[in-house]
């Protein structure tokens, strides 16, 4: 059974840290481009962190809201990927997700608050809340 199971969400402070982590079972995530994305209450599903396959380079894009605070890496050897968050901030809450593709990105390009691609295995999502 293919399978993604996101993990590492939680409570934390303003200005916090957080690592989500992204585990697949049932295949390999070495081919395909991995992203995450964030949904909040009454609030469309955005993109937020996009990693492209290994073979792609890995080459990584983000969401401008999160540029320079969110980190997307992927461990191959664990079959894992990674979303480190730094200087979270309130508009930061929401439910997390990864989704995995082996379809084309063209290198994670960012359009209408998604990442380019056909993302066809989802996780169920882990929650991240960020208040003092």
């Known amino acids: 059974q293919l399978q993604l199971v996101e993990s590492g969400g939680g409570l934390v402070q303003p200005g916090g840290s957080l690592r989500l982590a992204c585990a697949a079972s049932g295949f390999t995530l070495v081919d395909d481009a991995i992203a995450w994305f964030r949904q909040a209450p009454g609030k469309e599903r955005e993109g937020v962190a996009c990693?492209?396959?290994?073979?792609?380079?890995?080459?990584?894009n983000y969401a401008d809201s999160v540029k320079g605070r969110f980190t997307i890496s992927r461990d191959n050897a664990k079959n894992t990927v990674y979303l480190q968050m730094q200087r979270l901030l309130s508009e930061d809450t929401a439910i997390y997700s990864c989704a995995a593709t082996g379809g084309e990105t063209y290198g994670c390009a960012y359009n209408a608050m998604s990442f380019y691609g056909t993302w066809g295995s989802w996780g169920q999502g882990t929650q991240v809340t960020v208040s003092s």
């Open positions: 990693i492209t396959s290994a073979n792609s380079g890995g080459r990584t």
